[in-house]
């Protein structure tokens, strides 16, 4: 899949990344529906907002729900 990273100021870069996959029983597998821009990723993606770098970028999403781990009970 691919995974919109910061690699740079003003440098955004998408990357090939494994696909998440649920690790541990309390883990939740999700796929964005809607994405939105938070306060902080512009002044990331421009360097201004020092961060050790590449970062994925985007954070401020609705999902829904595709997998769940075993004990996911709500």
């Given at each position: 899949?691919?995974?919109?990273?910061?690699?740079?100021?003003?440098?955004?870069?998408?990357?090939?990344?494994?696909?998440?996959?649920?690790?541990?029983?309390?883990?939740?597998?999700?796929r964005?529906?809607?994405?939105?821009?938070?306060?902080?990723?512009?002044?990331?993606?421009?360097?201004?907002?020092?961060?050790?770098?590449?970062?994925?970028?985007?954070?401020?999403?609705?999902?829904?729900?595709?997998?769940?781990?075993?004990?996911?009970?709500?």
């Open positions: 899949m691919r995974q919109l990273q910061v690699v740079g100021a003003e440098v955004l870069q998408w990357v090939e990344v494994p696909e998440p996959a649920i690790e541990e029983d309390t883990d939740v597998g999700v964005p529906v809607a994405v939105t821009l938070c306060d902080l990723d512009r002044p990331m993606a421009t360097g201004a907002f020092p961060l050790p770098l590449p970062i994925p970028f985007g954070h401020e999403f609705v999902t829904e729900i595709v997998d769940v781990g075993r004990e996911v009970r709500r």
